[in-house]
């Protein structure tokens, strides 16, 4: 009978240590997923405050940049690249996309090669607008120039365009237009295309992490668009 009572104590007292345990992993737990939530909330506001100042930095150097080419060139140029990236795509890359393509890019003084050339990559080869990229821990990119939710809207606020969801990435004149005021803020940044590329395939936090690691900016990625967008510019002299 003593034996009994001393295994009800003992039981008693293992139960209380588990509640006892179970309580304080539930409050440290608790605290976790507070602690996790500002945390989150804070790179939240900073990321909100980084995207404000890219945002504020592009308008300023779109402000101090000059007129480009008279309409009529821009015209012309636009016609000739336009036949030239369908018939490089197999048909694939529509010349009214091309036409398009070209006079943004020299309206925004970016190389409409290297525009050409990165919607290929991203692509891969098919220019396929209604693309749905792989899920990452980031999400997924979507549309021709694979843009991802979280960068689109302040990409389009720069752009001065609105942005309601998703499924205007899915609009070809919508994706490339981001894709060049995108290039055009990354150049202006970097003032080097190795960077900017890279920083648009991998982040831009991504590439300072690239170059820590490398010691340098020339990922595959730059360098085939960039080679790439010499020979498109080379067939275009030849073709005069």
Known sequence: MRNKKHLYILFGAFMSLIMALSYTFLQNHTLKQKLEKKKEQTLLLESEKDYQ???????????????????FVVRKEAQKLAKQFHK???????????QFLVTESLRNDVDPYIVYELLRVETGNKF?????????KYGRAYGMAQFME???PWIAEMAGMEYESKEQLFNPYYA???SIVYLDYLHAKYDDWDKALTAYHRGMYGL????????HAESWYAKEIQQKAEKQE?????DK
């Open 150 to 152: 979280n960068t689109a």
């Open 176 to 178: 490339i237009q981001l």
């Open 53 to 71: 100042q890219m945002v504020s930095f592009y308008k300023k150097e779109r402000q101090s940049k000059k007129p480009q080419a008279s309409g």
């Open 88 to 98: 490089h795509s197999d048909g694939r890359f529509k010349e009214e996309w091309g």
């Open 234 to 238: 080379l067939i275009a002299v030849g």
């Open 128 to 136: 396929d607008p209604t693309l749905v990229g792989p899920k990452t």
């Open 208 to 215: 300072e992490k690239y170059i820590q690691k490398e010691g």
